[in-house]
């Protein structure tokens, strides 16, 4: 079994920063691509930001010079650095990450549980 486990979610207030952890962890051959997403009320679950095993990044627009992603493969763990956050950032924040659970597998979307913000204003 593979499990992704969020942590550091909560309540700030605008303006504020949080920080969003999470770990893969189970049997895992290789990572790929990670990330976060985010689902509003009412709204479609979105991409907020994505980090491959090389580095390379890429964020919504919404986030862009906001949050910084950064994973640590040794420990097969991604983080999502939030500052300046707006009330609009409030949503439940779910990790992603794409993995082999064994070589020759085909790699597999896998998500936590998700993890709620709320940025009050």
């Known amino acids: 079994q593979v499990q992704l486990v969020e942590s550091g979610g909560g309540l700030v207030q605008a303006g504020g920063s949080l920080t969003l952890s999470c770990a893969a962890s189970?049997?895992?051959?290789?990572?790929?691509?990670m990330g976060w997403y985010r689902q509003a009320p009412g709204k479609e679950r979105e991409l907020v930001a994505r980090?491959?095993?090389?580095?390379?990044?890429n964020y919504a627009d919404s986030v862009k010079g906001r949050f910084t992603i950064s994973r640590d493969n040794a420990k097969n763990t991604v983080s999502l650095q939030m500052n300046s956050l707006k009330p609009e950032d409030t949503a439940v924040y779910f990790c992603?990450?794409?993995?082999?659970?064994?070589?020759?597998?085909?790699?597999?979307?896998?998500w936590g549980q998700g993890t709620q913000v709320t940025v009050s204003s």
């Open positions: 980090i491959t095993p090389g580095g390379s990044t």
């Open positions: 992603n990450a794409v993995l082999q659970r064994k070589r020759g597998y085909a790699p597999t979307d896998y």
């Open positions: 189970g049997s895992i051959f290789s990572i790929g691509a």
